[in-house]
């Protein structure tokens, strides 16, 4: 492949690195004040998890700078190896795992808690990036083209359920259908395997308790309010009070021991009742604006065929969009109660390098499609 060299002071996409550090300055402030019952409470320090985010953000931002500098080719020839690493990860983190309120989702590093279900999320992208890219007459004319990224995806899912983690997996397998819908798959096959995934979801649902005691929260949250609707009556709560504008910075109530993992993954619930209706607004139009930028992007590239670069954009795009959806919704209500973090704003390590790094990547793409760096065949 003939790559032509950047011009000489040439950067990455300002509308795009303007986006992702408004969100992360909105989080900074947001954890701040979300987090500060909980620090006080369990660390003595009310700054204590604000810290820890801070650090969090640090690294982060360390990962996404060595991402941006590594040729998206370079993620290509280690996709294989990226996923078997991470799905040695998911099998580790249930021998040796953290267990916090009943799911084993952590391993302990010391001053980190690497969740393995999250860098999955972008290890499985950067894969079925490349294997759609590889296998595009599979993909769309063959039944095993098809079948060969079910079964690995069955592999996946099924150490990411025994954590348990039904939102990531849920994440995964969309963004993989959303990958075949653009490759071009048969719909016959997408339809079979639509069809497959939503009776798989429904027996998860059925044959755990808990899980169809979300359902029935969902469904109405009021009739329990104090059981297993507390969570999502509380979040309602706060929306209530925010209204259009807002009670203002740190004046949340709910954030002072009613409203559970208020600093993680309802901090929208946080973000509605301080900043209001206005607030919520502006991060939700940063969140599409990253997404939207990654599937236009996406799209120009696989126009001129199946690039890998085009499905790793498109794919990222779909995470974004998906974990803004389905976090947003989970806390207003629309959605049942599911454990999914706001990219680049929740509390969360893990999280936080990999909306990061994701970033990075798509930053990459574009740079490298602009200076003419990417095989369009």
């Known amino acids: 492949m003939a790559v032509i060299q950047a011009k000489p002071g040439a950067g990455f996409d300002r509308a795009l690195l303007c986006a992702a550090a408004l969100l992360i300055l909105i989080s900074i402030v947001l954890i701040g004040s979300a987090s500060v019952m909980e620090s006080q409470t369990l ?17 982060a931002l360390c ?4 991402a941006a500098m590594i040729p998206t080719r370079v993620w ?5 190896r990226l996923l078997l690493l991470n799905l040695a990860l998911l099998i580790a983190v249930l021998i040796v795992g953290r267990s916090i309120n009943g799911a084993r989702r952590w391993i302990n590093l010391g001053v980190f808690n690497l969740q393995p ?11 079925f990036s490349s294997f759609a890219s590889r296998k595009i007459l599979e993909v769309r ?31 995964i397998a969309l963004t993989c259908m959303g990958i075949l819908w653009v490759a071009g798959s048969k719909i016959l096959y997408y339809g079979l395997s639509v069809a497959a995934l939503g009776a798989a979801g429904v027996m998860l649902v059925v044959t755990q308790s808990y899980r169809m005691a979300r359902i029935t929260a969902f469904l109405d ?40 993992e208020a600093h993680t993954d309802f ?56 974990q803004t959806t389905i976090n947003i919704g989970v806390a207003s209500g629309a959605l049942p109660t599911k454990g999914l973090t706001l990219p680049l704003v929740s509390f969360g390590g893990s999280s936080m390098i990999v909306s990061c790094v994701a970033v990075a990547v798509l930053l990459r793409i574009e740079f490298e499609l602009r200076h003419h760096q990417i095989d369009l065949g």
């Open 43 to 59: 660390y003595g320090s009310e700054f204590f998890l604000l810290k820890k985010h801070v650090i969090s953000i640090g690294v």
């Open 76 to 80: 290509q020839s280690w996709s294989t």
């Open 63 to 66: 990962a996404a700078t060595v």
């Open 221 to 260: 949250p009021w009739a329990d309010q104090f059981g297993s609707g507390y969570q999502l009556t509380q979040s309602l709560m706060a929306f209530g009070r925010g209204g259009l504008l807002g009670q203002g910075l740190g004046n949340s109530i709910q954030k002072l021991g009613y409203l559970p």
């Open 141 to 171: 004319t063959k039944a095993r083209g098809f079948i060969k990224p079910m079964i690995l995806l069955a592999a996946v899912a099924f150490f990411i359920l025994k954590e348990p983690d039904m939102g990531s997996t849920v994440v």
């Open 267 to 322: 901090v929208t619930a946080v973000l509605g009742e301080e900043f209001g209706f206005a607030g919520m607004c502006v991060v939700i139009l940063l969140e599409f604006f990253i997404a939207l930028k990654a599937i236009r992007l996406g799209f120009r590239i696989l126009k001129n065929g199946s690039v890998f670069q085009g499905f790793l954009a498109f794919g990222i795009g779909v995470l974004f969009c998906l």
């Open 117 to 127: 279900a999250e860098f999955m999320k972008l290890c499985w992208i950067i894969y």
